[in-house]
Structures are given as C-alpha cells and as structure tokens.
C-alpha cells in the first residue's frame, strides 16, 4: 500500500522535468536559402492521427508521404490505451444485437460534452466510423468478438482489439504504411514551421538525431512540403508547467498515464504561428486509474472490463458514490472527493465478482502486480480496508438486487451493461485514482482538419491538424473510446484534403 503522498505521485516523478523550451515563432517569408529534403506530404507525430493520415494520403494517390517521429519509437501516446475505439452501426454489433447509430453516438458526446462539444466535428467524426473500422481491418487489425460499454454511452459500441492496447492498431498500421510506400523516421523532433511570404505553411525545421530530454541533440534541418503540413503531435498531459498554466490544480503530484513525450510540441509552435486556442483548461483525468501503479498500467484495462457489473464503493461509508458507469469526469470529479478525515485521498475500491473477472486477461495482470486483490468473503474485504462491516454488506446485498430487477434505482445505472451477473464471492478488489489522461483543448480545426488562425477564422494554408492536438472536439468530457476513431478520422481528413488542394 502506498501512503498519500507516494500515490499521489505515481506516474508523475519523471514528469517534472517534461517542459520543453518555448519555440520560436514562424515567420512568414522565412523560406531558406538551401532545402535538406523535400516531400510530397509531411507527418509530424506516428500516433493514430498520424499513420491512419499516411494510409489515406497513399490511398488518394501521394507519391511521396513521409512521417516524423520524435521519441526512439513509434506510436506516441497512442500505443498506451487499451486499444479501444468506438464504432456506430458495425457488423459485430448487429451480430450482438446491439442496436445503435451514428446519431446516438453524437448525442452521447454531446451530453458529455455539457453544452460546448462540436456537434460539427463530432457527426463528421462519427460518420467515417465505419469507414475508419474498416480501414484499420485492411491494414491487418484484429478486433475482439466482445465489445466493451463505456461510461456515459447508451449503446454499448467500444470495440477492442485483441491486444487490448493500442499497439494492435499501431503496429498494423505502421507495417501498413511502410508497404505503401510511406516513409518513416524516428528521433527526428519538429522544431518550426517555414512559412513562405504569403504565409502559406511551406515545409518544416526538424531535429534530425533528437534524443528525448536532451534538448540541443541532432541537427536541424529544413524540409520542404510540396502540398502541406499535417501536425498530428497529440496532448500535453506530460507537459506539467503547460498544463498547470491552464488547470492549475493538476501539479506534479497528480499522475499521469500519458507517454512521456505528450508535451505539446506541435500545439506550441501552431500557437505561436497563430493558431486558434480552444478549451485548453478541459484535462481530462480517467477514473479507471489505479494509485497502486505507474503511467496507464494494467488496473485501467481491468477496471474498463468490470465496471459495467461491479460496484465502486467509498471506504467510509461501506457504499457505492458513483454510476460506475457515468462519463469520466463524473466518476473522476467523485472519486477525488474520496477522503479520510484529514482530508487525505482515501482511494475507492472497485469490488468485482472473480467469476466473471476472470474471463478478461487482464485479471491475471492486476493479481501478479499487486494492482488488485482477491478475496473470499465481504468480511475479508472489510478488514483489509477497514471498511464498515455492515453497510457493506447491506449494499451488495442492494446491488444484487438491482441485477434481479433489471433496475439500479440508487444511481440509474444502465443494468443491460451488466448482463445480470451478480456480485458473489470471492471477489477481486482494486483501488480507484484518476490520473490526468486526456486533453479535450488544442487548436481548432474545420471538417477539413484546416487550422484555423486566431487573427482572421480562416485556415492557414498548407496546415492540417488531428487528433489529440486539436481541441473543442469533445466539449468538457470525452467519452471513453472516442479519441481513437476521431484521431483516425481527422488524420483521413486532413489526408483527403490535403490531396485535393
């Protein structure tokens, strides 16, 4: 068990030193004398923007496609989720039974969004769904037989790859483009943009030879884009000093399950080349997360798979606080309050039935990591974590209730989610923590995935962005499993338009 201050910290040490000095800002007419390369079509960033836009840009007819990537390896941020997307009108959930649309998908996000999502961006995003789902099948992604309801969605439609992470659509991906012909390099830090006297976005200055945290390695070189510039750089969760400038509550103390690399390179530099800010205060902290771990770890996948049919209960009270499948700002915004009395966090536990538990790999992983316990009885439980005795017992009791009657009437929890499993010993225990996981804000875009400048609300021609880096999209509250088709569906996009232009 860790104490306050240790959970408090998990995930976030190396972070402290992730702020990255400010970038220049690009100047107009600032094209230089001598070219390193040139490129048809420029890439920052291998993530799901980034790769699902170099498939599509070879799709469309592009020659010559090449992509920058920063870290020692691909993928970003992307390779760190459990490899989940949500589809609307799939074979595989007709074959479910699951009855659902891409118009129940937006209305979904929107209520999530509380009133300043992009009803906009979010039906186009929703509307490539299954252009997208199928898409990532022809590049070789294999999907589960099982589909995962996530907080805030009253259809059940986030469908999973069998890795369970998001490297069974990256690494598909990546092979993929490379066949396609997409070139492909790492350690290779976009540092400005080039910007010819109109102000056209005409190429990019990139550290060739960049190592993370060694800010003055490599060399710089000038690369010239023929037909533009897609930025698909993704968040700045790993950012500490940028993010606490727009959330200040969100300090080095709170973790992170971001890759170390999410510090906003490509935000910055948009900014400073006069770009439009959007939401940049809406972080989103995922109430899936463990204190017991680092970084995303392996209670995330655990819990996803168990809440629809557990119960997460406060530690003072014996009883449930929460629709344990609420959005994730509601859940997280609750699980925060879980106190002591000294007002030191007091995680929730997340109490799951093994005999259901177990049919997700991920239990496995929880029990051999210390990320979750597994116990015979509710007195086992109580006396661990010293939780009155009584209450709880009186609220599985509830619960199981709930299941027989097809109806939660202390939080109105979807009971379809849960299939009528009931809540029988023994049981498998987690503790609950959100971690900072998501940046809702960025930069703004149209349905083109065209930057929009701050000064005149039109696009800065020859500049496209996608996923994460952007903002506006999913309003105060992105639902879980809707990034990963939105970046794919902003990185076509910004393909497809760059191709026409």
């Keep these: 068990m860790h104490n306050r201050r240790s959970f408090m910290k998990l995930g976030a040490g190396m972070a402290a030193g992730a702020m990255m000095p400010m970038v220049a800002s690009a100047k107009c007419g600032d094209e230089p004398t001598q070219w390193d390369s040139e490129h048809e079509v420029i890439i920052i960033g291998s993530g799901f923007a980034g790769l699902a836009a170099a498939v599509e840009a070879m799709r469309k007819g592009a020659k010559d496609v090449v992509v920058f990537e920063k870290m020692g390896v691909y993928g970003g941020n992307s390779t760190l989720n459990a490899g989940q997307a949500c589809f609307a009108g799939t074979e595989l959930q007709k074959k479910l039974g699951i009855k659902d649309s891409a118009e129940l998908m937006v209305k979904d996000q929107l209520k999530s969004g509380r009133g300043i999502a992009s009803e906009t961006l979010l039906r186009h995003s929703a509307e490539l769904g299954p252009y997208i789902y199928q898409m990532t ?131 910055i530099e948009m900014l400073a080349a006069g770009a439009t800010p959007v939401h940049l205060a809406h972080i989103q902290s995922g109430p899936w997360a463990s204190p017991d771990e680092g970084g995303f770890g392996y209670g995330a996948g655990f819990s996803l798979y168990n809440f629809p049919h557990s119960i997460a209960i406060d530690r003072n009270t014996g009883q449930r606080f929460m629709n344990e499948i609420a959005d994730r700002k509601t859940r997280a915004d609750l699980e925060l309050q879980r106190r002591d009395q000294d007002g030191n966090p007091n995680p929730a536990l997340l109490i799951a039935p093994k005999h259901e538990a177990k049919k997700d790999p991920s239990m496995h992983n929880v029990l051999k990591y210390n990320v979750a316990w597994e116990f015979d009885s509710v007195e086992a439980i109580a006396k661990h974590f010293n939780v009155p005795l009584a209450p709880l017992k009186q609220q599985i009791a509830d619960w199981n209730g709930f299941v027989e009657n097809g109806e939660d009437t202390q939080f109105g929890k979807r009971m379809d989610a849960g299939r009528g499993i009931k809540l029988t010993a023994p049981f498998i225990v987690q503790r609950l923590w959100p971690k900072v996981h998501y940046c809702q804000g960025g930069i703004q875009i149209n349905t083109k995935a065209e930057v929009l400048a701050a000064k005149t609300g039109k696009p800065i021609p020859g500049l496209y962005a996608a996923g994460e880096v952007t903002g506006g999209i999913h309003g105060v509250s992105r639902l879980g499993g809707c990034s990963t088709p939105e970046c794919m569906a902003f990185g076509v996009t910004a393909a497809r338009s760059i191709m026409e232009a």
């Design 137 to 267: 099948k022809d590049c070789g992604c294999v999907y589960r037989d099982h589909i995962i309801t996530t907080g805030g969605t009253s259809a059940t439609r986030s469908h999973q790859v069998v890795e369970r992470s998001g490297s069974g659509f990256i690494r598909p991906m990546l092979d993929t483009a490379r066949k396609m012909g997409v070139k492909t390099h790492i350690r290779h830090k976009f540092e400005h943009l080039i910007r010819d006297a109109k102000g056209r976005v005409i190429g990019i200055k990139v550290r060739k030879g960049y190592h993370f945290g060694h800010e003055d390695s490599g060399e710089v070189i000038s690369v010239k884009a023929n037909r533009g510039v897609i930025i698909a750089t993704g968040g700045f969760g790993y950012n500490i000093n940028f993010r606490m400038a727009q959330d200040p509550t969100l300090t080095s103390e709170v973790g992170c399950t971001n890759a170390k690399g999410a510090t906003g390179d490509g935000l």
